[in-house]
């Protein structure tokens, strides 16, 4: 490692290189901190997602146990595949009105929001027809 110049004798050129070194040091040792700052809230984050689903599983299973129905699913969407409730319940009643459906599985507690947009992709790939306007039979 090369000597270094007494402070004094250093050029302003050489002054303005050590600084912009030292700079490009400090910036680098914050990149690294916040990199390891942002590892440890990743880490922390996933602890705590961890923990939240087996806590949501142990409520769950109590649920479940004491004969209820456990919320399940993802935000926006029904509690369980809309597509194969309707399909199931269209089955039982063997033909049903758009209106009756609504009723039926509103009162079984299945999210109908989308009913008119799951009936019709069911109609489109074959797996219901219509025997009327607005009534439903499985294919």
């Avoid at 209106?99 to 079984?108: F, G, H, P, T």
């Amino acid at each position: 490692m090369a000597k270094r110049k007494p402070l004094e004798e250093l050029s302003s050129e050489e002054l303005y290189q050590i600084a912009r070194e030292r700079e490009e040091q400090e910036r680098m040792q914050e990149e690294e901190s916040r990199r390891e700052q942002v590892q440890a809230l990743r880490e922390e984050r996933r602890a705590l997602v961890a923990r939240h689903r087996s806590e949501l599983a142990a409520l769950d299973r109590q649920i479940r146990a004491l004969g209820g129905r456990a919320a399940g699913g993802r935000g926006g969407r029904s509690g369980g595949n809309l597509s194969q409730v309707v399909l199931n319940a269209v089955a039982e009643a063997g033909q049903i009105s758009t209106s009756d459906l609504r009723a039926q599985l509103e009162a079984a507690g299945a999210n109908v929001k989308n009913l008119s947009q799951t009936l019709a992709y069911l109609k489109r790939t074959g797996r219901l027809k219509t025997k009327g306007r607005g009534v439903y039979a499985v294919a």
